[in-house]
């Protein structure tokens, strides 16, 4: 059985508590729009692809149960609930985007003279519902064009790579999409190991990404963030493939803290650099990765390890979330569902007719 960050079905969602792995397996009812956002806030669940699923699955259960509302009130409840998930985790653009596109939907519906708050609601909640779908069938071809394109560009039937943070199952709605592009390695034979960063200070390569591994039977192996570099210089590392929280429209990259510094580190190396995320991940509305708003984390996860203080008691604490890995350090390419691009080519390959929704 694959593992899954979240469990639904129509009135009912379950989260895996992923602050409680690899100790424990949780899952959490999220009833409403409320929990929907402590549960991306606190990072019960996190991965740009999971945060934005769960904000409007969490809306879809609690329209679901919600008693009827006029027309016009139940338009307002959906938008401000949208704007409100919104400012749970800023970075991630996938939950803004998805905010973006459900509320034009909704006005849309809503000046309709044939539509009711019942039809409305409806079609919110299957909106959402489809996300779940769509999200997994996106992974799979990431998985299946990163694949292909790292065999082109490294002809070796014993891949190595190297990852940072979770980009599988965990979020996702399921395969992931740097992970996924392992997954795909792996089924076709052509996978040799993976380095997992461990993440540090969420350890989420350690916690997640190392316990999908090791439950998926990939070959793998866990080292400190601060060996990254001489991973790369020891261990025949064919491509570092990471995942995105968001990419503007030079193609510049925020992901968790730390991509920037195994973007120089395998450019130095003359290793291929790959970013793995779906176009719901891409803003062509920032046209660099400065104007990207950095989230900071509270200092007791640099501090605390399990509430347990580690660090000096009176020391500063600086914890950004993220970093911005430019465009010419993404030396392999930008893997999408839709294919792989350079860094300068995402732009034109998004705004193309048959991917508008992109814009």
């Known amino acids: 059985m694959a593992l899954e960050s979240l469990r639904y079905s129509r009135g009912s969602l379950q989260v895996l508590n992923q602050l409680l792995l690899p100790r424990a397996s949780v899952y959490e009812d999220v009833t409403n729009v409320q929990q929907g956002w402590e549960t991306i806030r606190l990072m019960k669940v996190r991965g740009a692809p999971a945060i934005a699923i769960v904000g409007c699955l969490s809306l879809a259960v609690e329209l679901h149960h919600s008693h009827k509302r006029k027309k016009d009130d139940l338009v307002s409840f959906i938008l401000e609930s949208l704007a409100y998930l919104v400012t749970s985790r800023p970075t991630a653009v996938n939950m803004a985007r998805a905010a973006m596109e459900l509320t034009t939907f909704v006005k849309q519906e809503a000046e309709k003279p044939d539509t009711t708050s019942e039809s409305i609601q409806n079609s919110v909640i299957q909106w959402a519902e489809d996300m779940l779908t769509k999200d997994i069938g996106d992974n799979r071809r990431i998985g299946e064009h990163g694949a292909k394109h790292i065999l082109q560009k490294v002809p070796n039937q014993d891949i190595v ?84 929280d968001r990419v503007v429209a030079n193609g510049d990259t925020a992901n968790k803290v730390g991509t920037y510094q195994l973007a120089i580190a395998a450019k130095h190396h003359g290793i291929p650099f790959y970013v793995a995320a779906p176009t719901t991940s891409c803003d062509l509305s920032l046209e660099e990765g400065d104007k990207i708003v950095i989230e900071e984390r509270p200092s007791q996860e640099l501090t605390d390890v399990n509430g347990v203080r580690i660090a000096a008691p009176g020391i500063g604490v600086w914890n950004p979330a993220f970093d911005v890995t430019p465009a010419d350090l993404i030396t392999g390419g930008i893997i999408t569902e839709i294919g792989v691009f350079r860094p300068h080519e995402l732009r034109s390959a998004l705004t193309k007719p048959m991917n508008v929704d992109c814009q």
Do not use: F, W
Request: charged share 15%.
């Open 161 to 244: 790579i190297l990852t940072h943070c979770n980009t599988g199952s965990l979020a996702t709605a399921g395969y992931g999409t740097a992970l996924g592009v392992v997954r795909s390695l792996h089924a076709a034979g052509c996978l040799a190991h993976v380095y997992c960063t461990e993440t540090r200070p969420y350890n989420q390569g350690a916690r997640l990404t190392a316990y999908e591994l090791v439950y998926e039977k990939i070959p793998s192996t866990l080292v400190a963030d601060s060996m990254a570099s001489l991973a790369m210089k020891e261990k025949a590392v064919s491509a570092v493939i990471v995942g995105a």
